[in-house]
C-alpha cells in the first residue's frame, strides 16, 4: 500500500488538536475555570470589538460573547502579564466579565475574526468602496438577467469552494445591482435556502438562491456595515451604508425584518442619477406640466403629490425644488429619511428616538424664517394643520399624502381634522402619480390588440373631453415586449427599460370648494373638477400607450384599466 503523506500529515494536526484541547480542559480545571471550545461557539463580533486586536493578541485574549454588560473572555492563562490591566479597564467600563479557559487553535479562531471589525470600521461607519473595475466588469459582461444570474452563482460558488471573503461577494452583488440598475436587492430566507432578488423598473426578478451557511455571513457583513446590532434577532432593525464609486455616491437603506425562516435583508439603492430628471422628462402631459410650473413659482400655496410607495412621489418633489431653487430664497425639508442631498438646500432629517419628528420639524422649521418647506409626508393631525397653516401664512409648501387619486387628497386631509372650509384655499394642486415601465426602444414590436383590449381603450378615450387639448393618435396597432428569447442587451433581455410617471391633478377651485363643503367624496370632487380638462391617469396611460411609450399590460398592472366603470 503506497504511503500517503498528506493524509498521514492530517491525521499528526487532528492528534495535536485533540490534545491542545484536551490540556486546555485540565488547565481550565486546575484553574478554576470553564472550558469552551471556539470552533463549536459562535463568536460575537460586538465582543470583539470591546478589546483592540493588537492588545488582545499580545496578551493573548479574545472577548466572544456580549450580552449587555456581560462580557464572556477567552484566556490562555488568567496569570498574563497583561491580564490584570484588562480586567480593570473591564470592570471601569462597568463589564462583568467571566474568563473562560481555550487553547490556542480556538483564540487564533476568534482572532480572524478580527477581519470582520477591521472591514466594518474601514467602512467609515457605513461607508463601502466598490472598485470601478468591478462595475466595468459586470457592465461589458452582463446584458441580460440571465447573464447577471449566471455571473453571480458562478463567483458565489467559487467563493463557497475557495472559502473566501464574504465581503467581496457582497461587493459583487451591490456591483451588480448597480450594473443594472436596480432599485432594491432582496434576501428571503426559505426553509432550506435564500432567495436573492433584484427589483428593476419596480419588478422584482429571482436572481440566485444561497445556501443558508453563506447567507448568515452576508447577514451579518450587512449588519455590521450598516450599524446594526449583531446580537438581536427578534426585532426588526433599520440602517444606511454610503456606496463610494468613482465620483457618486450611493445610499443604501438597510431593512432587516425577522421572520419564520429567519432575517430577511432588503436593501434600497438611492441612485444619484434619479436627480438628474427634469420635471419635462417625467411624462407629464403638455397641459398639466403648464399648470404645474405655474403653481411651484407663486409665493404661498401647498403642492400635495399623492401615490402609494415606490410610486416616485419624492422624484417629483425633488424635481420641484430644483426647478426653484435660487439663492434668493430659502427652502428647508423635513424627510424620513434624506434621501438625496441638493446643493442649496437645508435638509433635516426625522429622528423618532430622539423626538424629532414631522411635527416638531415643522414647529422647528418655521422659526427659521423659510420661503418654502418640503415635508416628506404629512402622518398626522398636528402636522396636517400646521402645514395648511403654512401654506396660508405665506410659504410655498410641498408634501405627500398616501392616497388613491389626486380628489382622495381633500377627503384625507378632512378625516386628519383639517377645516373643510380652508382646504382649497390652501391647496394649490393635488396630483397623484404611478410609475410604468417603459418598453424597449430598441425591440419593442407593433401588434394588433386584443378585442378586449381595443374596447377599454376606446372606452377611455372616448371620456377625454376637448378642453384637455390632447391630440389622440390614431393608430391600429399598441407596442408590446418582443417574444421570449428575441429582447436586446439595452433592456438585459427584460423588454422594458426604466419607467415613467402617469399623473392626474386636480387644481383648487370655487367648484372644488363647493363640492368639499357640500359633500366631501371623492366622485363629487373628480366630477367638480371635470371642467379643468386635465387626465386622469387611466387617459395619460392610454396615451403614451398608443405613442408606443408601454404597453397595454403594463399599465392595466399599474392602474386596473379593466376596473373602468365598476
Known sequence: MPFDDTLNTKKIDDLKLKEAEELAQILAARYKLIYADLSRTSINTDALKVIDEELARRSEVAAFQLQGKELSLAVLSPHGELIPGILEDLSRDHYKVTMYMVSPASLKRAWDRYKEVSDALSTKAGLIEISSEHLKYFMDKIHTVVDLQEHIEEIVGSEKEQGQGISKILEIILAGAIAVNSSDIHFEPQETTVRLRFRLDGVLHDISDFKKEIYLLLLSRVKLISGLKLNVKQSAQD?????????????IRTSVLPGGYGESIVLRILNPASLNIALEDMGFGSKLLDILNKEILK?????????????????????????????AIKIITIEDPIEYHVKGIEQTQVNDEKGYTFLEGLRSVLRQDPDVIMIGEIR?????????????????VFSTLHTNDA?????RLIDLGVNPKVITSAISISIAQRLVRRLCQTCKVAVAPSADQWKIIQTILSGIAPETGEKIPTVEKVWVPPADGKTCGACHGIGYKGRIGLFEAIISNKAVETAIINNPSERDIVVAARPQGILDMRQDGVLKVLKGITSVEELDRVVDLYGVGK
Open 239 to 251: 440602517g444606511r451604508l454610503t456606496i463610494n464609486l468613482d465620483s457618486d455616491s450611493f445610499e
Open 299 to 327: 409665493p404661498n400655496g401647498m403642492v400635495l403629490v399623492t401615490g402609494p410607495t415606490g410610486s416616485g412621489k419624492s422624484t417629483t418633489l425633488y424635481a420641484c425644488l430644483k426647478k426653484i431653487n435660487d439663492p
Open 380 to 396: 398626522d393631525t398636528e402636522t396636517a394643520k400646521i402645514a395648511i397653516n403654512s401654506s396660508l401664512t405665506g410659504h410655498l
Open 407 to 411: 380628489a382622495g387628497s381633500y377627503p
